[in-house]
């Protein structure tokens, strides 16, 4: 009966400021912060306050159990009300596409520098040597990937894949889906591994390099170099950038694991595990892009010309794209 007496006593001394505390919530989570006046945005932080010492006392007390699961409750509103994010997902996705994504490849530029070189290196070595000899193709694509092209294919079948006929074209969406799927998964692998200081990124990126020069020799080799990038510059720019950005990320990992500076090796590691992050998810939509391409427009769209406009164009669009985009702020 005592309990009960002090319950209701304290309840009653404090019951008026809940429930105006509940009356902003309520407008807040129907119309946002806008719904309040002046007033009544400097009012709520002192109410939420008012609350949580309330709940203290209701806990040290040992006061009715409904008393503290009522205030728990309203607690727990106020407290995404206060401190929540409250940006509308519009500002928030121009803030991260316009702002934040291409700040962050432009201070990780020396690390995206060296994940094309990479690559490019691979590149080169893997035409020179499947140029001078074509059976080394074999030595730098898996069977799986090469999917029975190779150097024993008739350079009509070889063709045949650069220019997808219509009726082979069917179901191109769910493809888009699978390359999707495919390339973010190499791309966050890029990313992940990196956290053995850099170097499993780096092979990563070599053998993709090399899997790249192996594929134009063997087209070259068949007079059919033009047509080979024709097929693969509308998405490549795209898919080949998204790779170079997940590498680099991985590398920017790499580097606070083996030189953290000042700070403690792991606080390093999750400092720029995040900066990196924001290059990944960026990463991500761009190879959404790359797989809408690849799986819908390159198979419908066969003019060579065509297919080199919208290659150059995205590489122009890129390099604009991350070199002035965000500038404004630093």
């Known amino acids: 009966m005592a309990m009960r007496l002090r319950s209701a006593v304290f309840r009653a001394e404090r019951e008026t400021s809940w429930r105006e505390l509940e009356r902003l919530l309520r407008s807040v989570e129907e119309g946002g912060l806008r719904a309040l006046t002046p007033s009544d945005l400097v009012r709520l932080p002192t109410l939420y306050r008012g609350t949580l010492s309330a709940l203290s006392v209701a806990r040290a007390t040992s006061l009715d159990r409904n008393v503290v699961e009522y205030l728990e409750a309203l ?11 409250h ?15 291409p700040t962050a490849v432009r201070a990780h530029r020396c690390e995206l520098a060296l994940a094309w070189a990479l690559m490019l290196a691979g590149a080169v070595a893997a035409f020179a040597l499947t140029r001078t000899d074509p059976e080394r193709f074999y030595a730098f694509v898996s069977a799986a990937y090469a999917q029975g092209r190779g150097p024993t294919s008739s350079t009509t079948s070889l ?8 009726d082979l074209a069917r179901g191109l969406k769910t493809f888009a889906m699978f390359l999707f799927d495919h390339n973010t998964r190499i791309g966050i692998t890029a990313f992940a591994i990196g956290v053995a200081g850099g170097v499993p990124t780096a092979l ?17 080799g068949r007079a059919l170099g033009p047509d080979f990038w024709g097929w693969l ?10 790779v170079a950005l997940c590498g680099a ?15 403690e090796r792991w606080s390093a590691l999750a400092r720029r595990g995040r900066e990196a992050g924001v290059m990944v998810l960026g990463a991500v939509v ?10 819908i427009f390159r198979q419908r769209v066969h003019a060579l010309s065509l297919r ?20 404004s702020r630093p």
Do not use: C, K
């Open 233 to 242: 510059l509308p998405h490549g720019v795209t898919e080949l950038t998204a």
């Open 75 to 85: 607690a727990a509103r106020a407290y995404l009300v206060v401190h929540g994010n």
């Open 249 to 263: 990320a991985g590398f920017a990992l790499g580097q606070a694991l083996l030189f953290p500076g000042q700070q």
């Open 308 to 327: 080199y406009a919208v290659g150059v164009s995205s590489a122009a669009a890129w390099v604009f794209y991350f070199g002035f985009l965000g500038r």
């Open 286 to 295: 761009m190879f959404g892009l790359a797989a809408l391409i690849e799986g």
């Open 159 to 166: 063709r045949d894949v650069l220019y997808t006929r219509d």
């Open 87 to 101: 940006r509308h997902l519009r500002e928030a996705l121009t803030t991260f596409f316009f702002e934040r994504f």
């Open 204 to 220: 990563l990126l070599l053998s993709n390099g090399l899997v790249l020069g192996a594929f134009a020799a063997l087209y070259q």
